[in-house]
């Protein structure tokens, strides 16, 4: 009996959507990660994406328009998102960015798309995710690759202009990211369409988390087709198909609505029981039966990459814009937090997290911009992204304490806290990414001989023992290679190469060839020892896909410090950090992997090869916490535009802020010198600030204008540590039933401060 015979009795068949899964999307830099060989050259030779005369307008006009129209507090305690804003939304087509200019869309790339989403989510996560979905997968996609002719010139005009608002419906009560389970079915039958008798399909479905569907006018929706009559051919089940629907439609629910986590944007349900409709309603028309779930994942890399990680750096931008600004500006014992070594070692780690996930964000969607789909890296970018987002915003919330737990029109932290959770439970649960996906998806796509190998495994073929013998043969000598690059790479140190024309990242690129040449061959000897059984082994399979996820992102960091910071100097300690900790996190996922793996004597052998016989892996340095969390409270170019996603407006939070940040830099001198005088001749007695200036002021130790700097500073600086208060008859709960709360119940102490102040 063949070695191919003996294997696919072992091996578990590959289901249809398992198939078309794998088979979707491109391969990129992701694939010499997992082959152990990291292309820096590819890496460093991709074209720069830079927003285009019409992007950057779109930026500089609508979207600050848009911005200024939202009150994200008064938002939240509304019930809907006001109309005028609904409509503003439309009429400058923020709904088709992708859509092409052709049918009247913007035609946007993924880098402007990626930056006009997270501009957005940097002040709303409720108008930011109105925006996302309408721009990631759904109906305006799937039209634009598989609608017929007849469907994109009805359907993409109105769809760009907000004439038509889309919603896709796909998750079911019964199933969610094993969504080829769903239960809804559409019958192949005859019925009545616009007077004739037609062969058409009668379809009833229960969806649920349906974003936009509330107020969509046209439904995508997700169903396996059945032909039990036999109308279209001899299979009875046809499998999923995507079609598209009119809400008015007749037998069409939509209007429920969810209430996610308080985040005002338009989520809900849609239902229909044996809704009839003719084969044209199916995108690309009745030969796309069955095409539904490949439609689906093909399209999905794209919008993985682009909308959900967008939200996680625009809420880690956030937050380190307002952390590093309050932690310079809030004292206690007459010196800034900042300087408190617990506050550094969380704003550090705010820092240099923003550093990696602003690369990231770039690098995925120059990527997407070279029209390639890699489901591997926007499966990386959706999980870590969001998750890391989560971090910062963690950190932020520990930092700036009662301050960002108080809502209220000058909280920076809170729209951004309620509202990533949500980014990260979409498009599947970050926890079964994670698990499954990336390197299930990653070891399929990446290695050059695997996929080839399991088709001819279950081949019928006559040839396919032959076949399979010349790719085994391959695939030893691939995996012999891989066995003699890591154990040079590991105990060879002068072996790791290096491209880089700077000193500073020399050796983190040769940290990361050698990493990458550890996981390859744990890969190989986790699919020799363990194959199928890998699939299930999802704690083990998760740690390998760490090992790739985490060598992107400091390849991504590589790139961004090498090409677009714009002073290195300022930028070295948060580029060391992010390279420091995601080097830290692949080596520990090495570590626990080989630690946790089940076979003994393949242990052993893991352990040789990589040199890994303890459990130590290297540390971020206490020198390097101090160093960046003093380079974050300067106001520098380097944090400029790592908060170039935050839209500062006028009298907002981040504008509060942001002051005070400033106006304590140009006060710096004059504060020494106070501080000074202080401790020469103490002041008694001592009552305020504003005494002591006053005191020294008359004595001629400070100038008028000196005095005038002082005070405006002390100003800006106990607005800034304010935080908003209200009157006691304000309840926000009861808000909620209307729809919106009354001037005279939302006033604010600080905005009343600030008018002040002003």
Not at 60 to 87: C, T, Y
Not at 603 to 620: A, C, E, F, Q
Not at 626 to 637: I, V, Y
Request: proline letters at 5%.
């Amino acid at each position: 009996m063949s070695i191919r015979t003996n294997l696919k009795k072992v091996l578990p068949p590959i289901s249809v959507t398992e198939q078309e899964a794998l088979d979707a999307g491109d391969v990129w830099i992701e694939s010499s990660i997992y082959q152990g060989k990291p292309d820096m050259h590819a890496l460093r030779s991709l074209p720069q994406a830079v927003l285009s005369a019409d992007e950057q307008a779109f930026l500089s006009g609508p979207v600050e328009e848009l911005l200024a129209m939202i009150d994200e507090f008064e938002l939240g305690n509304s019930k809907h998102i006001p109309q005028d804003v609904i409509d503003f939304l439309g009429k400058n087509k923020f709904f088709s960015m992708i859509i092409p200019k052709k049918f009247g869309g913007l035609e946007f790339s993924p880098y402007a798309n990626s930056t006009v989403v997270a501009t957005i989510a940097a002040t709303s996560g409720a108008i930011a995710v109105t925006v996302m979905v309408p721009n990631s997968l759904g109906p305006g996609e799937l039209l634009m690759h598989y609608g017929t002719e007849a469907q994109q010139n009805y359907w993409l005009p109105k769809l760009s202009i907000g004439q038509d608002i889309p919603c896709f419906a796909l998750t079911s009560p019964e199933a969610g990211s094993d969504a080829g389970s769903i239960p809804d079915a559409g019958i192949v039958t005859k019925g009545m369409w616009e007077g004739k008798e037609v062969i058409g399909l009668s379809v009833t479905w229960d969806k649920r988390y349906i974003t936009l569907a509330p107020i969509a006018t046209v439904l995508g929706l997700a169903f396996k087709v059945f032909d039990p009559e036999h109308l279209l051919g001899d299979k009875l089940a046809l499998g999923i198909t995507c079609a598209l629907l009119p809400k008015s439609h007749p037998g069409v629910e939509m209007g429920n609505r969810h209430d996610p986590m308080g985040v005002k944007f338009y989520n809900g349900t849609t239902r229909g029981k044996d809704v009839f409709i003719p084969m044209d309603f199916i995108i690309g028309g009745e030969k796309n039966i069955g095409r539904g779930w490949q439609m689906l994942v093909s399209c999905l890399g794209a919008g993985r990459g682009i909308s959900l990680p967008a939200m996680g750096v625009a809420s880690a931008q956030s937050a380190f814009k307002s952390t590093a600004e309050y932690s310079f500006v809030r004292e206690q014992f007459g010196v800034p937090i900042g300087r408190f070594e617990g506050i550094q070692d969380k704003l550090a780690d705010i820092a240099g997290k923003t550093f990696l996930l602003e690369s990231m964000r770039v690098l995925t969607t120059e990527g997407l911009g070279e029209g390639i789909t890699p489901a591997v890296v926007t499966a990386i970018a959706k999980y870590h992204m969001t998750e890391l987002g989560r971090d910062v915003l963690n950190s932020a919330m520990d930092v700036q304490a009662g301050k960002a737990i108080q809502r209220g029109p000058q909280n920076t932290l809170a729209n951004g806290y309620a509202a990533l959770p949500i980014a990260i439970t979409v498009e599947g649960a970050n926890i079964l990414t994670r698990s499954l996906m990336i390197f299930g998806q990653g070891t399929m796509r990446c290695h050059p001989y695997l996929k080839e190998m399991v088709d001819l495994i279950h081949s019928e073929d006559s040839k396919a023992d032959a076949d399979f013998n010349k790719v085994l043969i391959k695939t030893v000598k691939f995996s012999v290679k891989n066995a003699f690059r890591s154990l040079g790479n590991s105990y060879l140190p002068f072996l790791r190469s290096t491209e880089s024309n700077f000193p500073i990242v020399r050796p983190y690129e040769k940290r990361v060839n050698a990493l990458a040449a550890k996981l390859a061959p744990l890969a190989d000897l986790s699919l020799l020892v363990l194959g199928g059984e890998l699939k299930k082994a999802e704690l083990l399979s998760a740690r390998l896909g760490d090992v790739m996820s985490y060598l992107y992102g400091a390849m991504a960091s590589i790139r961004f410090f090498e090409q677009r910071v714009q002073d290195r100097v300022q930028a070295e300690a948060y580029f060391r950090y992010a390279m420091e900790w995601s080097l830290q996190q692949a080596e520990k996922a090495i570590v626990d992997f080989i630690n946790n793996f089940p076979n003994t004597p393949a242990r052993g052998l893991m352990r040789v090869l990589t040199n890994t016989y303890t459990s130590s892996i290297s540390h971020i340095s206490d020198d390097l916490v101090r160093e960046l969390s003093t380079a974050s409270m300067q106001d520098s170019s380097i944090k400029a535009q790592l908060t170039h996603l935050v839209k500062v407006m006028p009298g907002d939070g981040n504008d509060i802020n942001e002051q005070a940040f400033k106006a304590k830099h140009a006060a710096m001198p004059l504060l020494s010198k106070v501080q000074k005088a202080l401790r020469k001749a103490p002041i008694v007695p001592f009552i305020s600030f504003e005494h002591a200036v006053d005191t020294m002021h008359k004595a001629g130790d400070l100038t008028d204008a000196e005095r005038t700097t002082l005070l405006q500073y002390n100003e800006k600086r106990k607005l800034s540590v304010r935080v908003d208060e209200f009157t006691f008859d304000m309840e926000l709960l009861s808000a909620q039933e209307t729809d919106g709360p009354s001037a005279s119940k939302t006033e604010s102490r600080t905005q009343e401060a600030t008018a002040n102040a002003a």
